[in-house]
């Protein structure tokens, strides 16, 4: 009997152990699945090389979760890879979910729009001043040759990656559509097609018109004029920046440097900015038309004109609204 006994003891003792296991056990699953403390999305940055007793713990002490060890069992028992990186964690996530949102690498994606227009310095300061990147900038890309369009990239990116992207995504765009160009074009290369794109964009910011300024300045090219472009006068002045804090002078336009067609013939040195699709479309794909001229029209597109006396009379009508809408907000 007494033998039998303490079989019996040991036999319940080893059934309580294995029911208080089964209960932790569930416990802690429910815990796993169970809605998080945050009452806000909350960001979080794993660093690479982190663990994950590390990872629980900074997901605890951001607010995550309640109970890293949770975290810990649950990462473990399903044998998750956990990924460095930028995540955001919903409000009240689960644990579960926030292992899940790791081991998948859903990472933060950051957004760096590049207007059209911008020159490569401008850029660059952009690209330097983005505190999400990485690195130094050492990359020295062309002027013109940075494709401008919204980039998406994650945190710790190098920076000089982040321009060589841009760079070779231009050139690929023009490769692409210099091949498609019309054929009777004058120019001589994909640098020349570039320069005249940049200087179409900065001239108007209105689709419907670049193949009409593009044509203007084939005209102009083709009648051995001087091209008289303000924006490349301003890219000159500005020191690779693409506005003054002042309006050009007369002065101004008589001022020899390489990117003054007021003073130079034929095309700027390089381009003056970066420019987008629709200008490079633009000049591979110009109007038909003889027109020479154009001037701004107060709307903030342009009138075109194809004699000098039509463009000087469109010249005074703009003048006179500069001169009334000056004093009108004086």
């Not at 152990?17 to 416990?27: D, T, Y």
């Not at 960001?43 to 979760?65: D, M, N, R, W, Y």
């Not at 890309?141 to 000089?160: K, Q």
């Amino acid at each position: 009997m007494g033998r039998t006994l303490i079989i019996r003891v040991v036999a319940v003792g080893l059934l309580v152990l294995a029911l208080a296991g089964i209960g932790l056990g569930w416990e802690g699953h429910r815990r796993f699945r169970a809605p998080g403390p945050s009452e806000q999305s909350i960001t979080v940055i794993i660093p690479k090389g982190a663990g994950t007793e590390q990872i629980a713990h900074s997901l605890e002490e951001a607010g995550v979760v309640s109970s890293r060890l949770v975290f810990m069992a649950g990462a473990k028992i399903a044998r998750a890879t956990l990924k460095a990186g930028e995540y955001t964690f919903p409000a009240h996530l689960s644990p579960e979910e926030a292992m899940r949102i790791i081991a998948d690498g859903r990472v933060v994606v950051h957004k760096l729009t590049v207007a059209e227009g911008l020159t490569v310095r401008e850029v660059l300061d952009m690209v330097r001043d983005a505190d999400f990147l990485f690195g130094p900038v050492s990359r020295k890309p062309s002027e013109g040759w940075l494709l401008p369009e919204t980039w998406h990239m994650v945190r710790d990116e190098a920076r000089d990656e982040v321009l060589g992207r841009m760079e070779k995504a231009m050139r690929q765009t023009v490769e692409v559509l210099w091949v498609a160009r019309a054929r009777d074009l004058p120019l001589k290369s994909k640098d020349e097609a570039v320069i005249l794109a940049s200087m179409v964009e900065r001239e108007t910011a209105i689709d419907a018109e670049r193949p009409r300024v593009a044509a203007v300045f084939y005209n102009r090219l083709a009648r051995h004029m001087r091209l008289q472009s303000d924006p490349t006068v301003i890219y000159g002045l500005a020191e690779g920046y693409g506005s003054l804090d002042r309006f050009l002078t007369r002065d101004d336009l008589l001022t020899r440097h390489p990117w003054n067609t007021y003073v130079i013939d034929g095309l700027p040195q390089t381009p003056i900015a970066n420019p987008g699709r629709a200008s490079l479309e633009a000049v591979l794909h110009p109007a038909h038309t003889d027109e020479l001229y154009f001037v701004a029209d107060g709307s903030g597109g342009h009138v075109f004109a194809r004699t000098l006396e039509e463009h000087n009379a469109n010249v005074a009508r703009w003048r006179a609204w500069e001169k009334q809408h000056k004093a009108e907000s004086e």
